[in-house]
C-alpha cells in the first residue's frame, strides 16, 4: 500500500526511467525540492521496488528496455498498491495518453518537459491524494465511501477504485444531485485542464457505472445532456 502522502511534506519518489539525461534532470529537480529518491533504470527493477517498497510517489517511463511501464502500473495496481503514479514519455498521442489513464496512472506528462510543469503536476497529485478533508465517510443510499481508508463499499460489498476512479466518485458524492460539467471535473479533480475533445471524463465516468452496477439497485451517475453529469441521491 501507498505511504502517506502530503503536499507540503517531502516524498519518498520511486523514479523509473532507462535515459540517463532524464533521469538525471528528474532526480536533481526532485532533490532540489527535498525529496528523497530511489532509481531503478529497468522494468523489472522498478516493479520489484514498487512492489516490496512503500513509496508516495512513483513516475515511470512508458518505455523501457525490458518492458512498458503499462504492464508495471497493471501488475502494482493488481498488488493493491494505490500510490499514485506519474507517466513519463515521448508519446505526444491522446490515445497513448488514455491508455496510461485506464490502467491506473494518475497523470501523464510529455517529453520534453520543464521542471516547473513536473513539480506542478507532482504537486497537484499530491494534493488530490490528500483532499478529502476532516469528513471520514460519505453515504448515498447504497454507497459508501470511506475517505481515510479510500474504501468504497456498494451494498456493503468492496468494490476495488483505482486512484482517479475514487477522486472523482469523492467529487461527485461531495456534490450530489448537483450538475457537473466535464471541465469543471477536470479542473478539480485533476487540476489541470483536458482538451474538451477528448474522451478522458467519459472514460472514467463510465468505469465507476460499471463497478457500481455490479452490486447496486440502480445507476447512480446520469449524463446530462449538454451540461454534464450528477450522482442522484435523493429519492
Known amino acids: 500500500m501507498a505511504a502517506s502522502t502530503n503536499q507540503n511534506e517531502k516524498m519518498d519518489i520511486l523514479l523509473v526511467e532507462d535515459d540517463p539525461t532524464v533521469r538525471t534532470l528528474v532526480k536533481a529537480v526532485l532533490e532540489n525540492e527535498?525529496?528523497?529518491?530511489?532509481?531503478?533504470?529497468t522494468?523489472?527493477?522498478?516493479?520489484n521496488l514498487a512492489i516490496s517498497d512503500s513509496f508516495d510517489m512513483i513516475i515511470l517511463d512508458l518505455r523501457l528496455p525490458d518492458g512498458n511501464g503499462y504492464d508495471i502500473c497493471i501488475n502494482i495496481r493488481e498488488n493493491e498498491i494505490t500510490t499514485p503514479v506519474l507517466f513519463l514519455s515521448a508519446e505526444h498521442e491522446t490515445d497513448v495518453k488514455i491508455k496510461?489513464?485506464?490502467?491506473?496512472a494518475d497523470d501523464y506528462i510529455t517529453k520534453p518537459f520543464n521542471s516547473e510543469e513536473l513539480m506542478a503536476r507532482i504537486e497537484a497529485i499530491a494534493r488530490r491524494s490528500n483532499s478529502q478533508g476532516i469528513e471520514e465517510v460519505l453515504n448515498c443510499k447504497e454507497l459508501r465511501v470511506d475517505l481515510i481508508g479510500r474504501?468504497?463499499?456498494?451494498a456493503e460489498k468492496d468494490v476495488a477504485l483505482t486512484n482517479n476512479e475514487f477522486n472523482l466518485l469523492v467529487y461527485l458524492m461531495k456534490n450530489q444531485n448537483r450538475?457537473?460539467?466535464?471541465?469543471?471535473?477536470a479542473k478539480k479533480v485533476w487540476g489541470i485542464d483536458?482538451?474538451?475533445?477528448?474522451n478522458y471524463i467519459n472514460v472514467y465516468i463510465s468505469y465507476l457505472r460499471k463497478k457500481i452496477r455490479q452490486h447496486a439497485e440502480?445507476?447512480?451517475i446520469e449524463t446530462v445532456r449538454k451540461r454534464g453529469f450528477v450522482l442522484r441521491c435523493s429519492n
Open 34 to 41: 527535498g525529496h528523497l529518491v530511489q532509481i531503478a533504470e
Open 43 to 47: 522494468a523489472s527493477a522498478g516493479e
Open 100 to 104: 496510461c489513464l485506464k490502467v491506473g
Open 151 to 154: 474504501k468504497l463499499q456498494v
Open 179 to 185: 450538475v457537473i460539467s466535464q471541465d469543471e471535473l
Open 194 to 198: 483536458f482538451d474538451t475533445q477528448t
Open 218 to 220: 440502480h445507476e447512480y
